[in-house]
């Protein structure tokens, strides 16, 4: 390459410099092209993003020959479970697989009907019916939070012609959970209610659900039972959860009043779960009666020589006390009149049906501490008494009694008086990294700032000075030892010296600033 080439300087300098500076800015080139590289390629490839997750592989087969047809790149990945699309398709793509009925939630739906198939019995519409119906049902159990799949059976019985001849119709639904998910129980009843209501047939009693490990959730032929484990396990967790609301509540007012840790409450209920149901019949007073009937009836009679006999009693039948007439000579008219009348009754039937929960008997006992004094004690049990709804007559009882606490117990109870302090210490270990950076990193800024203000204070004289020392140092072939310093009799040589010998830091900075600009 000629000496009048625009790269000659830069080879020159490139000459110049280090074996070890070259080898740095070559791997510093080299990253940089690969860098390009992988950004070039990346910006021709498409952002691939995931348009579709938790998949059955029947979806992802049926969603891949899709996109293929299509013509739209996608890739599948989580085993099988996700499609990604190019970012900037996917709207588009669900869209077109949604009018294709895509993904189908990996179970046959009710489209099975979509298609009219002319040949198909009765038996096999009714099997479609019940497959699209249990697809359907899935579906729907899929999108609730924790449930990753689900499989449901339906069992529909023949009509029977005889009501009492009749089967009701069961199903089972079995349960595949996120990791780490357990259903409650409301959420166990809403699957149930939902599946209860989509079935023709179906009661509370034929449905059952398991999970993945085969642990029954629900099981309705028992379910309903009053003896059974899930309405025990619920009339248990109502009668727990009274007892801790009310053991809370007095425990926070007893801390209010005598201190915390210096009182101990235990609420313990019976409550009644008997559901009641009475009828009352009340009638109303006889003023009050509504006419409901009126009938009458009007007996007459006129003759002439008519035997008319006494009227009968004793005196007819043969006593002693009175004459009779048993014949007569006339005309005579005979008349009676009889009126009969029906009331409605007044009447009201109420029935009263008794939620279950009633309290039966209740029992509250409070612990106080010794320090408690006797006035105190009285007046805090007239307050849990009437907190509780203390009712002696249903047979409630009230415990009050004043023991010395355990030093260490109230310890525990008593809330730290550090915790704040300790909050912030504990902010202040994750903080302390970070300070302790930024503090390094401000001292060697200020170290750099203040020995960049060094070299541009030194003296011109001293600079001065220098120079000549300076170039007998450039002047030294690479490679070569320097020669040990002999004393002469250059005056310039003699005060470069003194310098070096009162004030060496300030000479090694300069000399490293001529080899800095050397380089």
Known sequence: MGPGSPLAPLLERWNQLPRSRQVLLG??????LVAFYLIFVASKSPAMVVAFSSLAPEDSAAIADELESQGVPYTIGGGGSTVSVPANEVAEVRIRLAQAGLPKGGSVGLEIFDKTNFGATDFVQQVNFRRGLEGELARSINTLDGVKASRVHIVIPEEAIFSQDQKHATASVLLQLAPGTKLGESQVRGITNLVTNSVEGLEQSGVTIIDETGTVLFDGATFDSPFSTGATGSQMDLQHQYEAALQNDVQQTLAKVVGAGRSAVTVRATLNFDRV???EDKFGAASEAVPRSSTSTTET???SNLNVGNVPGT????????TSNTTANGDSTYSRTETTT????NKTTSTTVKAPGSIDRLSVSVVLDESVTAAQEASITSAVAAAVGLDQVRGDTLSVTRLPFDASVREDLLPAASDGIGTYLSYLKFLLPMLAVALGFILVMLLLRALGKRQLALPAGYQQAMLPAAGAIAALPRGESMPALQPASDPHEERVLKLADSNPRAVADV???W???EE
């Open 27 to 32: 791997g510093i080139a080299a990253a940089a």
């Open 277 to 279: 149901t009475a009828v």
């Open 301 to 303: 009679f006129n003759g």
């Open 315 to 322: 005196g007819t039948n043969g006593g002693t006390g009175g």
């Open 342 to 345: 029906n009331n409605e009754i």
């Open 511 to 513: 000399v490293q600033t």
């Open 515 to 517: 080899m800095r600009e």
